[in-house]
C-alpha cells in the first residue's frame, strides 16, 4: 500500500510523513526530493528559470513513476500544488491511500513566515498567497482524499495515531499497522 499526503506547502507532509513511515517501518519519499534530485537544482531555481508549467510537467512524471512502484509499500509526501494537474489527482486517488493535511493559511503563515525555499509564498503578502492557494487547491485536494485530517490544533504524535487508526480502520486485512 502506498499512503500519500496531501495539502497546502507547510502543512506537514514531509515532517508527518517521515514520521509515519519509520512507525509502519516503510520507505519515505518525498516528491519534491525526488524532483529536486532530477533537476539538479532547487524547486525555486528551477522555476525561475523554467516557469511552473515546466516544473509541473517533471512533478507529474514523478508521481506517475513514484505510484507505480514495483513495491507498492510506502509513504509518499507530495508537493503542494500536485492537485493542479487532473493525471496527479487521478493517480493519487487511484494509486495510493491519500491524506489530505488541512491547515489554515494563518497557521501555515506561522509555520513559513521565515522559509525563503518556498517559490510560491515569496512576494508583498505571502499570507494573501497561502489564501488564494487555500481557496484554488481546497477542493483538489478534497476531490483526491480519501481522509482528511486538521493540522491545527493536533500534536505531531496525536495526528500520527489518527491517521494510522484510520488506517488500521480502513484495511482490508492486508496489513496490520503498529500503532503503539
Not at 2 to 17: D, E, H, Q, W, Y
Amino acid at each position: 500500500m502506498i499512503v500519500s499526503l496531501v495539502g497546502l506547502p507547510g502543512s506537514g507532509k514531509t515532517t508527518i510523513g517521515r514520521q509515519l513511515a519509520r512507525r509502519l517501518g516503510w520507505p519515505f519519499v518525498d516528491s519534491d526530493h525526488v524532483i529536486e534530485q532530477r533537476i539538479g537544482c532547487s524547486i525555486r531555481e528551477y522555476f525561475a528559470r523554467n516557469g511552473e508549467s515546466a516544473f509541473r510537467d517533471i512533478e507529474e512524471q514523478v508521481i506517475d513513476e513514484l505510484t507505480a512502484g514495483s513495491d507498492g509499500v510506502g509513504v509518499l509526501a507530495t508537493g503542494g500544488g500536485v492537485v493542479l494537474r487532473p493525471a496527479n489527482r487521478q493517480r493519487l486517488r487511484e494509486r495510493s491511500r491519500v491524506f489530505y493535511l488541512h491547515s489554515t493559511p494563518e497557521d501555515i503563515f506561522r509555520r513559513l513566515r521565515h522559509d525563503a525555499s518556498r517559490p510560491l509564498l515569496q512576494g508583498d503578502d505571502p499570507l494573501e498567497r497561502l489564501r488564494q492557494l487555500q481557496e484554488e487547491r481546497d477542493p483538489l485536494y478534497a476531490e483526491v482524499a480519501h481522509f482528511t485530517f486538521e493540522t491545527g490544533r493536533p500534536t505531531v504524535n496525536i495526528l500520527l495515531g489518527k491517521i494510522l487508526m484510520q488506517l488500521e480502520l480502513s484495511d482490508s486485512g492486508s496489513h496490520k499497522f503498529d500503532t503503539s
